[in-house]
């Protein structure tokens, strides 16, 4: 294949590299001898040294050894973005075990499924999610319940009675203030943050490796439940360090990570990136463009990725002014396009590139980005470190003309090794070609003269809200569950903020009709499934268009709600 896309790669930079031979681990072992006193976090005012990191994590790892967590056993991790998100991750990859991140949006009828799928017995959390964690556990038959809930404060992390005036926004004060007592947990045992880190024993020997697994996040798709990502250190690795090299990221830099760490971006290319290279990682446990614009002005931060609809927010922020962006170099992002008009303001007034990326759970993040000193406006940009990336015609598997669309697809170091429990779902998103494994991504999109790439469309079936993804699939055998509704088809619809928000399409049984609002059911939605996923918009229908096998077609549905009749 040609690659013309080599004559716009950063002149500092070779086309592939060679990464670490260890696990992920060691990345913060060694900045704790290199960078001991240098702080690695900042959450709420306070800082955590590089030391402090790796002891506590070294604390942790032994007592999750002592409750029986061994070499790849997979470990829950479900909170917000704050200190104690590192702490653990890094335990869980220092016992050997696997961590698995879960969306702490996600509401106890949804955690059931992570817990029995990963077969985890050990649950981390903070103390505002945990019952509703304990709930997930106890609704699961008793074999497969969890033997151990751990549970953090916020406070665990920061002194409230020290934070500075601006510190903390005030509506962020009794969520992250309030003490939580822990919740019973059926068959087992909850536990405080503060007795785990006082555990005195060793931890056991560190031997994982590179093709060890790491990280096993769960993506949806167009059918069934979400499924596992297998992710060993190595892929994780790869991206953390071309993420760290081509964000111009050294031990003297500073990141902002306010994208979740639970999400495989914020958790390889801000967090993993960050501890790499030895910067310090500044921590905000969810958006809020005053708190934002104030901590990049304080801590000077020079890195920052983030999700186009922060950018517009904080640009609308009647302090923006005051606000000091003159230390970032770094600035980009994915989920959903940046708007042209404000990608040319930031770097018409701030001297800023927008530099736009693109990648899935399965690619640990990105598999393309925009070169930095160069990149295109709305585009995924080019492929990343390492990788081939080509466009194929989704039912030959045959690359595609350049200019035509076909479906993009990945081989890279970064690629997942599959599916966990689905080899025939894995044997489905992988070809070879030219003697390659390449990913299918399930995107359609077009590669330019100059060897970019764009999206023009989705093979999967998939709405992306402010970022977030959203699995109609899911979001309907969720719906199913509310005794109203006989069948429900979830779909997009446009949004001037969100980019694209969720409608449902809902038949209702017969004797529920005129008794359920749509009003209703979206406050059930809202008990029932994360945030994010909630259908802004409820459309009552007496039926639903069906195929002559009986599917739901619902792209008919789609485009008639693209055409203004639904």
């Keep these: 294949m040609t690659r ?45 040294s590089y030391r402090q990191l790796h002891d506590e994590a070294e604390r942790l790892a032994a007592q999750l050894a002592a409750w029986g967590v061994g070499k790849g056993d997979r470990v829950l991790l479900y909170m917000q973005n704050c200190p104690q998100w590192v702490v653990a991750h890094f335990a869980i990859l220092r016992t050997n075990a696997v961590v698995v991140p879960v969306n702490p949006m996600n509401r106890a009828q949804e955690l059931r499924h992570y817990i029995e799928d990963s077969e985890a017995r050990v649950a981390i959390t903070t103390a505002d999610l945990a019952g509703e964690m304990a709930k997930a556990s106890d609704a699961l038959p008793a074999d497969q319940r969890l033997t151990h809930l751990l549970a953090s404060q916020y406070t665990d992390a920061f002194d409230p009675q020290a934070l500075e005036a601006g510190d903390m926004p005030a509506a962020w004060q009794d969520w992250l203030c309030t003490q939580h007592p822990l919740p019973a947990l059926q068959g087992g045992q909850a536990h405080a943050w503060a007795d785990a880190l006082a555990f005195s024993g060793a931890a056991p020997a560190h031997d994982a490796g590179p093709d060890d697994l790491a990280v096993l996040p769960y993506t949806s798709g167009t059918t069934g439940l979400p499924k596992g990502c297998m992710h060993p250190h190595r892929s994780l690795m790869h991206n953390a360090v071309a993420s760290s090299l081509w964000g111009t990221g050294s031990s003297d830099g500073v990141a902002l990570c306010v994208v979740p760490m639970f999400h495989i971006t914020g958790m390889v290319s801000v967090m993993h990136a960050t501890l790499y290279s030895g910067s310090t990682l500044v921590l905000m446990p969810r958006w809020d463009r005053e708190l934002a614009g104030r901590l990049i002005s304080r801590h000077k931060v020079t890195a920052w990725t983030n999700i186009p609809t922060m950018i517009i927010d904080l640009m609308a922020s009647p302090n923006f002014s005051q606000f000091d962006l003159s230390s970032l170099r770094s600035i980009g992002g994915g989920g959903a396009a940046m708007p042209q008009a404000v990608a040319q303001r930031l770097q018409d007034q701030y001297g800023l590139r927008y530099a736009e990326g693109y990648g899935l759970t399965e690619t640990a993040a990105p598999s393309h980005s925009n070169p930095p000193d160069r990149p295109k406006q709305q585009c995924l940009g080019i492929p990343f470190m390492s990788t081939d990336a080509r466009v194929v015609d989704p039912e030959t598997l045959k690359e595609v003309a350049q200019g035509e669309q076909g479906e993009i697809v990945v081989c890279g170091p970064e690629v997942f090794d599959g599916y966990w429990k689905h080899p025939e779902a894995t044997a489905a998103a992988f070809f070879e070609m030219d003697g390659k494994r390449f990913f299918r991504t399930g995107d359609l999109g077009r590669v330019d003269e100059e060897g970019y790439f764009f999206i023009t469309d989705r093979l999967k079936r998939m709405i992306n809200a402010s970022g977030f993804k959203v699995w109609p699939a899911e979001v309907e055998a969720l719906m199913f569950k509310h005794p109203a509704v006989q069948e429900a088809c979830v779909i997009s619809a446009s949004d001037d903020y969100r980019g694209e928000t969720v409608k449902a399409v809902v038949v209702l049984r017969a004797d529920h009709k005129g008794k359920v609002s749509e009003e209703d059911l979206v406050a059930w939605c809202r008990e029932h499934m994360a945030v994010y996923k909630v259908p802004r918009q409820i459309h009552f229908a007496d039926a639903l268009p069906k195929s002559g096998s009986g599917k739901v077609m619902w792209r008919t549905l789609q485009e008639a709600q693209n055409q203004g009749q639904l």
Aim: no cysteine.
């Design 4 to 48: 013309p896309h080599y004559a716009f790669w950063p002149a500092r930079l070779p086309h592939a590299i060679t990464t670490p031979a260890t696990s992920l681990w060691f990345n913060v072992a060694v900045n704790a001898w290199r960078y001991p006193d240098k702080a690695a976090l900042v959450f709420m005012g306070r800082e955590t």
